[in-house]
């Protein structure tokens, strides 16, 4: 009996210790001025997932012969995105264009620069037979998708999620799976 009273007051006594060290070492305080008011981490496929909905939502982005089916978004490091929509191109056939963005802050909301051309991959038709300038009409559809969409979803629920409160961007990142937006409060 006397082992385990001793067995006990010694655990109740070394958890109580360790508690008092972990408050000491992890102090509650505010935030040291000049830092970042609100970080939020986006995972993939959530931004997926309202892309979706959006596309779903409203009539598909057209542009010339070319209609949005759906867009699939993955992230790069360095703040880039790939993004990967599948178009309609006048009712003959799909493609799915692979682009690569970087990600900037402009004018405290998020921006988004297409870097080089769409790649097409294994399109099996012949870009010069087609009565129109394919590769141009994808990059405006990109461009157009890419600020309508998924800037225009991410920017509105950014500037509308916190209440009363009106943040801008600051900074923006990749890791991982997830983008990284750091707001500040105006």
Same mark, same amino acid.
């Given at each position: ?5 001793? #067995? ?25 001025? #000049?830092?970042?008011?609100?970080? &939020? ?18 009539? @598909? ?15 790069? @490091? ?12 006048? #009712? ?30 294994? &399109? ?25 969409? &998924?800037?225009?979803? &991410? ?7 916190? #209440? ?23």
């Amino acid at each position: 009996m006397g082992g385990f009273l001793i #067995g006990w007051g010694t655990g109740v006594v070394t958890l109580l210790a360790l508690a008092a060290v972990a408050v000491h070492l992890a102090p509650i305080g505010s935030p040291v001025a #000049g830092e970042t008011d609100v970080r &939020l981490a986006i995972n993939i496929r959530y931004l997926n997932d309202v892309v979706q909905r959006r596309l779903a939502a409203n009539p @598909p982005v057209a542009v010339a012969e070319i209609k949005t089916r759906s867009l699939q978004l993955g992230l790069l @490091p360095q703040a880039g995105m790939v993004l990967t929509p599948t178009f309609d191109v006048a #009712g003959l056939f799909a493609i799915s264009p692979s682009v690569t963005n970087q990600l900037a802050v402009q004018d405290g909301k998020l921006a988004m620069t297409m870097i080089g051309d769409p790649r097409l991959g294994d &399109l099996q038709v012949p870009l010069d037979v087609l009565p129109f300038d394919l590769a141009g009409e994808v990059r405006q559809a990109v461009d157009k998708i890419t600020n309508d969409v &998924l800037l225009a979803e &991410l920017n509105t629920n950014l500037k509308a999620g916190f #209440g009363n409160d009106a943040f801008t961007v600051v900074e923006v990142q990749t890791e991982g799976n997830y983008l990284l937006v750091k707001l500040e409060r105006k």
